[in-house]
């Protein structure tokens, strides 16, 4: 053994004087190879005394595969924290959470918290930014109130409105810096937050412009028309469709106005209906379309409102006949409050060539349970007649019992002189034999 350890000895000796000699000429920056080797004997020597322990980054003596030298050896993963001008925590949902349900075209404010984790000022050329889903009728950006420094929340909210029909909504919404940069949450800063909500409710017609249409005053540019009219009067006519023939061929099962305008150059024909106040949520609906077979029809669909002597337009369709028609859902919110006229009116556009123009079941829509009250004077017209008879015919039982008693008396004496005088001949013609 006292051999085998000389020769280790001188070995390791002659490897160290050429390491030596290398590193005169060897440039400073190379890895030092000294160390592999040191690494290499300590192995070496604990393989001799029987140890089977190996040294950290090195496989067994035993094993053929490759293994790393003292310059490659692997480093334990640490993270490494990547810090980011634009980062944000989302913290919470202040207002609304997710599955919050809502009446129809009900306004309401979505509010969310959330942090500055980046190492950038959030100043008010940030704003809170719309990128997807649905919209809500919410505005496309706002800008932040205040700066927001890193480490500091805030609350950010927008006027959002709830959706008309039943079902479940979800807009998508993010931050936008001053460079126009969008950015959120998560690892990537680029999660966006959103609100979720379920509309519900029920809905009923608040009013009824087929209903009523001859509640309303119609007339061309210089005449008043009559309603119920005749189709096809040049001055301008009013019909109620129960079955409409749309302008694509197909039969509605809804009622619908036929409105045809004065047979002259831009003539009109418009019906002014009686006063209505108007509640917020309230909505006009319809379809506008030209009636089967009106080819040249060509005309521009209005609906207006007088108020306070003034007469304003609220919108207006261009309608020409090509086998379609166009559904109307008109919000009435900024007249809540008031009591207007409305004014359903038709234009031809142009000359008059046929330009038959049908309004589909025009209505009012109203969010909520219909009142009872609507319902009360149909029941209180029928009702209060019912009693008038009744106590009419109270007072007739009077007169047939006073009568009843007279009769009576009158034929108790009348006997009496009908057996007076039949005994008296009887006894006469006995003592003549």
Avoid at 27 to 32: A, E, I, R, S, W
Avoid at 129 to 148: C, E, I, P, Q, T
Avoid at 382 to 403: E, K, N, V
Wanted: aromatic share 10%; proline share 9%.
């Amino acid at each position: 053994m006292s051999i085998k350890r000389s020769h280790t000895f001188i070995l390791v000796i002659v490897l160290t004087i050429t390491q030596l000699a290398c590193n005169i000429f060897t440039n400073p920056g190379t890895p030092d190879t000294f160390a592999t080797l040191n690494g290499l004997y300590t192995a070496a020597a604990l393989t001799q005394a029987g140890s089977t322990t190996s040294t950290p980054g090195l496989p067994l003596p035993t094993t053929t595969s490759a293994f790393a030298s003292g310059t490659n050896l692997p480093v334990p993963a640490t993270p490494v924290s990547q810090s980011r001008c634009d980062a944000m925590e989302f913290l919470g949902d202040v207002t609304y959470p997710d599955g919050s349900t809502l009446a129809r075209n009900n306004n309401f404010v979505k509010t969310w918290r959330i942090q500055n984790i980046g190492t950038c000022t959030w100043t008010p050329s940030y704003a809170l930014v719309f990128v997807n889903g649905d919209s809500m009728n919410g505005a496309s950006a706002l800008a932040l109130s205040r700066n927001v420094n890193p480490g500091e929340a805030i609350e950010v909210s927008v006027t959002l409105t709830a959706p008309n029909k039943e079902g479940s909504y979800r807009g998508y919404w993010k931050l936008r810096n001053g460079s126009g940069v969008l950015f959120g949450f998560g690892t990537q800063a680029d999660t966006a937050f959103w609100v979720n909500i379920k509309v519900a409710g029920s809905s009923y017609i608040a009013y009824s412009f087929v209903t009523n249409y001859c509640n309303a005053n119609w007339e061309n540019k210089s005449n008043v028309l009559p309603c119920p009219a005749t189709a096809g009067d040049p001055n301008g006519f009013v019909v109620r469709l129960d079955a409409p023939l749309m302008e694509n061929g197909v039969i509605e099962d809804e009622p619908g106005l036929l409105t045809s305008p004065q047979d002259i150059i831009n003539g009109i024909i418009a019906g002014q209906y009686p006063a209505f106040t108007v509640q917020k949520g309230d909505r006009f609906r319809t379809n506008v379309n030209c009636q089967y077979n009106s080819n040249k029809c060509d005309v521009i669909f209005y609906l207006k409102y007088k108020n306070n002597g003034q007469t304003k337009t609220l919108a207006s369709w261009h309608e020409i006949y090509e086998g379609k028609y166009y559904p109307v859902d008109l919000d009435l919110s900024a007249l809540a409050g008031e009591t207007v006229k409305f004014i359903l009116m038709v234009s031809a556009n142009g000359g008059q060539n046929n330009d038959n123009a049908i309004w589909l079941h025009p209505h009012i829509l109203r969010q909520g349970v219909q009142p009872v009250s609507t319902k009360t004077p149909t029941s209180t017209f029928a009702y209060t007649p019912t009693p008038t008879p009744t106590f009419t015919l109270t007072p007739t039982p009077t007169s047939t019992y006073t009568s009843t008693p007279t009769p009576t008396f009158t034929l108790t004496p009348t006997p009496t002189p009908t057996y007076t005088p039949t005994p008296t001949p009887t006894f006469t013609f006995t003592p003549t034999p």
